[in-house]
């Protein structure tokens, strides 16, 4: 079974990936250039912290998520038996199918307005 990955850069990287961008992508969104993403992600850069934030913002999660591989429980803790069911399957999933089942459930979701 897949756990939270262990390290900053390589939540990052997973939470990037379940986007579907490119470290281009988060880059520009986070307003560094793609030398820092990179770095971040292998963990050999201390600008992490000072940009959490906003890079928790652009990736939309919460920065204690991206700094301790933790969700704040209220927020993340799955409400119904079939919630638990999709979290449990997708916490089985490497991290490209995450990215992938991510896209779909927020296509999905944009369906449905």
Known sequence: MSTTPLTVGARIRAARLAQGWTQDDLAQAVGVSRSAVAQWETDRAGQIRGNLSRIASVLELPPALLLEGQPEAAET???????????????????????????????????RD
């Open 77 to 111: 803790a799955p409400g119904t038996a079939d919630e638990l069911a999709l979290l449990r399957l997708y916490r089985d999933c490497d991290p490209e199918d995450r990215a992938f089942l991510l896209r779909t459930a927020r296509k999905l979701a944009r369906n």
